[in-house]
């Protein structure tokens, strides 16, 4: 009895892929920006990281040891990977009391209600992030000014970032031209040097980040540039239209949380299409929600908002477009 064999129907498909290799690889992928979070907001971004990775994981036992009363599941990864994201999702001088309801509600609500890996409709970091942006609005927009690895947690100068400056400037009819002088550079937003959340500020970590997931194939390249490209082309033609009420593209994508939410959140496994026609629907979807937020909603950001109203119709997407069946005769012949 000490080898059972297994009778199935084919087709038999091998592969070297694991969920635990498979989130591993996500964890090195986020190391960039983690590192970076670290250089530019200094202990802020230590103690909130530590803090809602820890809060996950032991979430994540609790309710699997005393409620769900099934395997435990905490060593593959993915509490991790929440608490990780929640943690970027976060301005670094968030209280510790606030992180830790955040990653409760990421685990408790956005994952293992749902049954755990595998079953979540909706990204759990995501859910964590918008429940505390609507409980507790003044922390989450009260963004730390970037100043250095030894930067104070609880004494952090903060400011607004660069959406939030020119969305109120424009409301109160100011040229993009002129409030362009108080944002920074293009050169400071791509390494980093933004205020923001803690995943957000350099957009080198996380373009390296979604060149680690492309050479391991943990990811496909579809969502992230169907996210980007839409976001970029209706942006563009705004700005040409009207380049003083309408920021450009690339002012777009290097700030707020579009190159985060298209690299890490919006490819999630469990949350995002099974065929690349379905990621295309799905990434332009979130794109235009984000650009209709930005532009015409009350909120400078909208990725992560957008990113679950896609989730919501992943389902739907599923089901209308399926991959073709395995050893079915297509264009090239069979699979």
Not at 76 to 86: F, N
Not at 261 to 271: E, S
Request: aromatic share 10%; proline share 6%; hydrophobic share 50%.
């Amino acid at each position: 009895m000490d080898k059972l064999l297994t009778v199935a129907p084919s087709p038999h498909i091998y592969g070297e892929e694991s969920i635990r290799k498979l989130m591993l690889g996500v964890i090195i992928a986020l190391l960039p920006a983690l590192f970076c979070s670290v250089y530019f907001f200094g202990w802020g971004a230590v103690i909130i990281s530590v803090v809602a990775v820890t809060t996950c994981i032991i979430t994540e036992y609790l309710i699997q040891k005393f409620l769900l009363k099934g395997e435990l599941s905490i060593t593959d990864g993915s509490a991790i990977i929440t608490g990780l994201l929640l943690a970027f999702n976060l301005p670094g001088n968030l209280p510790v009391g606030i992180v830790i309801i955040g990653s409760v509600v990421s685990i408790g609500i956005g994952k293992m209600t749902f049954g755990g890996l595998g079953r979540n409709p909706f990204n759990p970091a995501l859910i964590g992030r918008v429940f505390l942006l609507v409980s507790f609005p003044v922390q989450m927009t009260s963004w730390p000014v970037p100043q250095g690895f030894m930067t104070s947690y609880t004494d952090a100068v903060t400011g607004a970032t660069p959406l939030e400056i020119v969305k109120e400037g424009l409301r109160n009819g100011e040229q993009v031209s002129e409030l362009m002088d108080r944002v920074p550079g293009y050169l400071q937003l791509f390494y980093g040097h933004s205020g923001g959340s803690l995943g957000e500020t350099a957009a080198i970590a996380l373009l390296l980040g979604l060149a680690y997931m492309l050479i391991k194939k943990i990811i496909t390249w579809h969502i992230p540039v169907s996210i980007i490209m839409t976001i970029s082309l209706f942006t563009g033609i705004l700005w040409l239209i009207n380049p003083q009420q309408n920021a450009d593209p690339l002012f777009h994508i290097l700030t707020g949380g579009v190159l985060l939410g298209a690299i890490f959140m919006a490819t999630d496994y469990v949350t995002s299409p099974m065929t690349r026609k379905g990621m295309w629907i799905y990434g332009i979807g979130i794109g235009i929600i984000t650009v209709l937020i930005r532009i015409w909603g009350a909120y400078p950001e909208g990725i992560s908002y957008a990113i679950l109203i896609m989730n919501a119709f992943v389902p739907l997407i599923n089901r209308y477009i399926k991959p073709r069946l395995f050893g079915k005769e297509g264009r090239y012949g069979k699979d």
